[in-house]
C-alpha cells in the first residue's frame, strides 16, 4: 500500500511538473524577445506595465528563472521591493524562491546528470557527500550565502539524495534574510542616505564576506 502511494505521488509530482514547465514555456516562447534584453529598468518597466498582473507577472518571471538562468535572483528581489514595497516584494520573491527552487528541483530529479550538465554548464558543485550528513542545515547555509547561482545550486541539489521537504524548508530559511534586505533595497535604492538603504547595504556586505571566507575555505568541495 505504500508504495502504490509513493508511485501515486511520484506521478502527481510529474504532472505537475510538466504543466508548470509548459506554462512557462509559453511565457518564454511569447516574450522570447523580451528575456534578450533584459536589463533592471526594463524588467521593472515591464512588470509595471501589467497593471493588475503585474504580482502574477513577476511571481512568473521568477519562477522561469531556471528554464534562463540569465535573471538574477538578486535582480529580482530588488524589483520586487521597488514595486511591491519591502513586504509585498519580500513574500512575492519567496513565492517566486519557492516555485523556482521547486521546478529546478523536480527537473533534476526526473532529467538527470546529462540535462543539468547541459543547464548549469560545468558550474555545479559536488556536495553529495555534505548534503547527505547535514540536511536542512547545511541547505540554509548554502542558500544563506550570496556566492551560489541559486538556480544551479537548486539543480544541484536536485541530483543528490536530499528529501524534498528538506531541500526546501532549507532554501527557503537560507534565503529569507538576503531577500529582506534586498527588498528594503529596493524600495529604497533612490534613498541613499536613509537608514533602511545604509542597514541593506551593510547587510548584503557582512552575507557577501562570509561567502567569500566560506568559498575561500572551500567548505563545499
Known sequence: MTDKKCVNCKFVIKIVVFCIVIMQLYFLIKYRTTFLRINKEWLENFIRSQGALSRFIFVIIFALKPLIIVIPAMLMTIIGGSLFGPLQGLLLSLIGFFLSGTLAFFLARLLGEPFVDK????????????????????????????????????????????KYKDYIIGSILGVA?????????????????????????????????????????????
Do not use: Q
Request: proline share 3%; net charge positive; no cysteine.
Open 119 to 162: 543547464i548549469v554548464k560545468g558550474k555545479g558543485m559536488k556536495m553529495n557527500k555534505v548534503i547527505n550528513k547535514n540536511g536542512v542545515f547545511i541547505i540554509a547555509l548554502i542558500r544563506f550565502i550570496p556566492v551560489f547561482h541559486y538556480d544551479i545550486a537548486s539543480y544541484t541539489l536536485g541530483l543528490t539524495k536530499i
Open 177 to 221: 534574510i538576503e531577500t529582506t534586505a534586498y527588498a528594503y533595497l529596493g524600495e529604497n535604492i533612490f534613498k541613499p542616505h536613509s537608514p533602511e538603504f545604509i542597514i541593506s547595504i551593510l547587510s548584503i556586505i557582512i552575507l557577501g564576506v562570509l561567502g567569500w571566507f566560506l568559498a575561500k575555505k572551500k567548505s563545499f568541495k
